[in-house]
Each structure stands twice: as C-alpha cells, then as structure tokens.
C-alpha cells in the first residue's frame, strides 16, 4: 500500500499512527516533496468512485488563497488534475492506496472497513 501523507498534518500523524498500531505495511510518501502527478490522481480519483472534488484540501491555506471555491466550479476535470498536480498542499491527505481502493482523508472507520 501507498500512504501519501505530509508528515507535519496532525490528521496525517493520526493515520500513520493507526496503521502502526494495526501493523499495516505501507510504503509512505511524502507529499510536499513528491506531490502527485496528473495521472496518478487521475488513477486514484477513478480508483476511489468519489468526485474530484474529495481530493481537494478545502480546508488548506493555497486553496482559500487560489479562491478555488468559487473557481473549481467552472474548470474541467483536465484542468482540476492538472491544478492538484502542480502543489501537494492542494491535495486532501492522507491519501491510502490500495489494491482495489483509494481513500482520501482519514476517518478511521471507512479504513477499518477496507483494510483487513
């Protein structure tokens, strides 16, 4: 599994802690120096069947500071991957790669409910 994260969210913290204690084996990556390309969201926002609006950090400084509120709206799907692609502090995290999922934030019970 592929954890993409940013090691100073303490949401992030929070996730990396759980999957520790549940002795999940992952390969973690740091989101702020290998943010993700175009295509691997593009694969992941296929992956997850959530709209490409859940892979966006609303809550995060760059998207209030790019007034990707009232922004998002109007652009195409290219153009939203292409957006994420080019900072990682636009992306929801952790992200939690799978085989068969990709989840994005962290809510312990949709995790609990697809890891074994």
């Known amino acids: 599994m592929l954890f993409v994260h940013y090691p100073k969210c303490t949401t992030c913290q929070k996730a990396k802690a759980w999957l520790d ?3 999940v084996s992952y390969e973690a990556r740091d ?4 943010n993700p390309s175009a295509e ?4 992941w926002w296929t992956a997850s069947g959530s709209p ?8 995060g400084l760059q998207y209030r500071a790019l007034e990707l509120k009232d922004k998002l709206p109007a652009m195409s799907e290219e153009e939203q991957l292409q957006l994420l692609s080019t900072d990682g502090m636009l ?3 952790p992200i939690l790669v799978g085989e068969d999922f990709v989840l994005t934030g962290f809510r ?6 697809k890891l074994p």
Do not use: D, Q
């Open 108 to 113: 312990p019970a949709e995790w609990e409910e």
């Open 52 to 59: 490409l609006k859940k892979f966006f950090n609303t809550s």
């Open 31 to 34: 989101i702020k120096l290998e």
């Open 40 to 43: 691997e969201l593009r694969t």
């Open 91 to 93: 992306v929801k995290r």
């Open 21 to 23: 204690a549940k002795g």
